[in-house]
């Protein structure tokens, strides 16, 4: 019923309950009329799993938080009333319904949102940093292509440039990432599938490539890891919980890196889990962790513009 519709302004009530998949193939054409058509969403924070999170955590939104405290200060809500619910609920429910807040991460949330949040704040010195790439090619027509590249120097890492396009052929391809590195540059690229004829044109041409393929078996704590992308992407995290990774606000990183999750399988090795989406912007970033013990090979890059 949707279908053709379009305003100046759209109001989205509740919008943490409607369908994502409505949402993305029929409310968010209703934006096409003007380009100054605006969409509010309205709603109680119930899940994360939602367009509406992801739009309370992209940096391009404009995010009001209402908690009970505002209904006390306008008289909306009395205290006595406030504390009987907070006695009738669970604490998940009070959270979600009078706090209005998100539930926090579960157990399984491989990168916390908190971490997320901080890394966006920090700003390293770096006198004399390495840089290294990690390139994740586009499999399939709606995944993109991702070119991460990052500044390293005594284990902490910058996030300096993020790139992405839509899926081209494999010319395509190595002249965009050819055009943002030099040949000195290590840059870590997964050859399972389309990425192999692209590792093997770079390293054709004389590039510092290197192959990786994260269904392999770990290169370390082999008992520990499921898998190469298990090893790397923890990684990842221990350089957000240990507040060593600074990144830009990119909203489609930002919201992929807090839809990770992970398990420990009937062996007891950790596995990464993907949301239902290819996260392409943060597989590019795990792969910038597929680094060599020593960054002696690799050289600044010339020019990132």
């Not at 540059?185 to 997964?190: E, S």
């Amino acid at each position: 019923r949707l279908m053709g519709w379009g305003g100046d302004l759209i109001v989205l009530d509740e919008s943490c309950l409607v369908n994502p998949e409505v949402y993305r193939t029929k409310i968010s054409r209703m934006l096409g009329d003007n380009k100054d058509t605006m969409i509010v969403e309205i709603g109680n924070p119930f899940t994360k799993d939602s367009h509406m999170y992801e739009h309370w955590i992209a940096p391009d939104w404009n995010q009001i938080h209402i908690g009970w405290e505002q209904g006390i200060k306008e008289n909306r809500l009395e205290p006595v009333f406030l504390e009987e619910q907070r006695q009738m609920l669970t604490p998940t429910e009070f959270k979600v319904l009078y706090e209005a807040d998100f539930p926090s991460d579960s157990e399984d949330t491989l990168i916390r949102y908190e971490w997320i949040e901080q890394s966006q704040k920090n700003n390293f010195e770096m006198d004399k940093p390495k840089y290294i790439a990690g390139l994740d090619v586009a499999e399939m027509g709606v995944d993109l292509t991702v070119l991460t590249i990052c500044k390293v120097q005594d284990n902490k890492y910058e996030v300096v440039e993020v790139i992405s396009w839509k899926k081209q052929d494999t010319m395509t391809t190595v002249n965009k990432v050819a055009g943002k590195i030099d040949k000195n540059m290590l840059i870590n690229i997964d050859s399972t599938g389309v990425g192999k004829g692209v590792f093997d044109r770079l390293k054709e041409l004389g590039y510092n490539a290197k192959e990786i393929k994260v269904g392999r078996a770990a290169t370390v704590e082999k008992d520990r890891f499921i898998n190469q992308k298990s090893q790397y992407f923890w990684s990842l995290r221990s350089a957000f919980e240990q507040n060593r990774i600074s990144i830009p606000k990119e909203r489609n990183l930002i919201t992929e890196l807090n839809y990770m999750r992970y398990e420990i399988n009937s062996s007891g090795k950790i596995r990464i889990i993907d949301p239902s989406k290819s996260p392409d912007y943060a597989d590019s970033l795990m792969l910038c962790f597929a680094k060599p013990e020593t960054f002696q090979h690799l050289h600044t890059v010339l020019d990132l513009v």
